[in-house]
């Protein structure tokens, strides 16, 4: 009961982080500059 609980509550936030990491990894395309490079490899993993 208590783990259905905590999945319920936890369920949201899985959510919202797979959310922002789409769109941090759509956002890292739009990197310009002498660092896009190793910046864009950084945020691939
Ligand atoms: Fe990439």
Do not use: Y
């Amino acid at each position: 009961m208590e783990r259905e609980e905590v999945s319920e509550q936890l369920r949201p936030l899985s959510v919202e982080l797979t959310d922002l990491a789409l769109i941090a990894k759509q956002a890292h395309w739009n990197l310009t500059g002498p660092v896009f490079r190793p910046l864009h490899l950084h945020l691939d993993d």
